[in-house]
Structure formats: C-alpha cells, structure tokens
C-alpha cells in the first residue's frame, strides 16, 4: 500500500492521482457571461449536486496549477453570478474538449467548437442546444479555499430552471440513461461513457435490511471462489431459502458435481439478478 502525505508531496502528481481516483467525475458544461455580455463555455469535472432544497449545484473553476492564474469562468462569475450547467453526452463529448482550449479572453467557445446558443429564462448566459439537459443557475455563494495554485474557487449554485430534452426521457418522464448517454472524466485524457454493458442495477437495501455477509454459512462467505461482489448480493437478501426449498434443491443436485461446478452455477444465477436462487443452490450443495 502506497500512503501519501499530501503536504510533503509533489503537488502536480498528487492532481494527477486524485483525478485518476476520484472518477469517473459528471461535467459541468459552464457557460458564463462577462459583464459586457460577451459569453464563455468551459467544462469543470469538479462538478456534482448536493441538495434539492434548495437545489445545490457545486463546481470549481480551481486556480491553475501551473501559474496561479485564474479561468475566465470564475473572473465572469464574480462580474455576473449567473450560469447555465449544461451535461455532457457521448454525442457533445468531442466539441466539449474543443471548448476547453484556453483560448484569449473574449473569444466565443459556442462559436469556435460550432455549438448552438440559447436565450435563457431568467439569466444572461446562453444555454447549449446540442446538451439534453441544461440548469439555469444563480450563484449563491463563491467560497475560495486557498490563493495557491490549484486552490478550488467553490461556485454553490441555486436551480432557476432546467430544460429537458424529451427524448432522453423513459415512458415514466424519469432520465433513461441508456438514451441521455452520459460521459465523465477520469484522469489524463480518459472519459467514461456510461452507455450499455456500463450500466448496471445495484438493488438499494432500504426497503428491509439485509441479512448481510456476517450471517452467510461459513463455507459460502469464505470460499475463494465468491468474489465480495457476489457476497454482497447475497449479503443483501432479506432472508435465507426456505427448508423445503432447500429439501427440493438437496434431491435435485446432480451426482458427483465437483464444488468448482456449483460455485460456477451460483455465480451466473447471481449475474442474472438471481441471488435468492444462487444462494439456495449454495446451501443446498456445497
């Protein structure tokens, strides 16, 4: 195990480890306008919600690490405290990168990376047309952590409105992730695209506790072969099989199979959301 104390440690690659392990990070596609209403678009991954009452976007326009210099975003955001957040899908993704270039102060990023503006509702910056979902945003606070290079300058935005695209939207009008298609940054030059076999369910235990790992038999939750993965969704169900089902299962359990086989039925019931199943299995025949 590699320990790090950040105060005696290179801080350009202490950066670099922190972006490369805090990820994938959702970007905030931030345009901005100056006040003489010339506007600015530029991606931050230090971006998340943090509330909806009131609704609480944060990001951070952090000081530059190389020369301590500040981004046009935040010298905006202290003329004007307005700002429209637009998300970024696979389909923006490569015009977003081209927004980022650190082109001279004044210059259009809508118009350099061939994106569309849109008059806001109740603020000055433009939104992004190509971007599914857009907040229009007035900031509530900017608190600065540190005048060194790479301090964060904290943007705390309030949620005046927020715009839909409709096609991202499931039968339910909740965000369908498969059609919103998501990116997020990791470190270096690597994004994420949460899109397909990227996705996946993780069933919340709030509805009824779960019996949890510690109660597993013994020869389950220490067996090699189970990944804490797999004792986690087993550890997540509600209760054990019933001694019938077990009884059924003892009956049914195919002459002379080798432990190795067993465990490989448990794990493909379990990559089939079947936990209940696999754990019966288990029990039944190991």
């Given at each position: 195990m590699m320990t790090i104390n950040p105060y005696e440690f290179d801080q350009r690659k202490l950066h670099r480890l922190m972006l490369g392990s805090i990820a994938p990070r959702p970007i905030a596609f931030a345009s901005t306008v100056d006040k003489d209403g010339n506007p600015n678009l530029s991606p931050f991954s230090f971006f998340n919600a943090f509330g909806v009452n009131p609704t609480t976007l944060i990001f951070s326009p952090a000081r530059r690490g190389r020369d301590n210099t500040t981004k046009d975003t935040f010298k905006n955001l202290k003329q004007v405290p307005e700002v429209v957040i637009n998300v970024v899908n696979f389909a923006l993704v490569q015009q977003v990168s081209l927004a980022s270039t650190e082109y001279a102060r004044g210059v259009n990023e809508f118009t350099k990376a061939g994106l569309t503006t849109i008059a806001s509702e109740t603020i000055r910056p433009f939104r992004v047309a190509e971007s599914p979902v857009q907040f229009e945003c007035k900031v509530r606070q900017i608190i600065e952590t540190g005048d060194g290079p790479g301090a964060a300058n904290l943007i705390i935005c309030e949620i005046l409105r927020m715009h839909i695209n409709k096609e991202v939207l499931d039968e339910k009008g909740e965000i369908d992730v498969e059609k919103i298609d998501l990116v997020g940054r990791h470190g270096g030059n690597f994004y994420v695209r949460a899109h397909g076999a990227a996705n996946f369910i993780v069933p919340k235990p709030l509805a009824e506790p779960g019996i949890g790992i510690d109660a597993?038999?013994?020869?389950?939750?220490?067996?090699?072969?189970?990944?804490?993965?797999?004792?986690?969704?087993?550890?997540?169900?509600?209760?054990?099989?019933?001694?019938?089902?077990?009884?059924?299962?003892?009956?049914?359990?195919?002459?002379?199979?080798?432990?190795?086989?067993?465990?490989?039925?448990?794990?493909?019931?379990?990559?089939?959301?079947?936990p209940d199943e696999a754990l019966a299995v288990l029990m039944a025949w190991l």
């Open positions: 597993l038999p013994e020869k389950i939750k220490h067996h090699q072969l189970l990944c804490g993965n797999d004792l986690g969704q087993l550890g997540n169900l509600s209760g054990f099989p019933d001694e019938e089902m077990l009884i059924q299962l003892k009956a049914k359990k195919p002459a002379n199979q080798a432990v190795e086989a067993t465990i490989k039925q448990a794990k493909a019931l379990i990559s089939e959301n079947k």
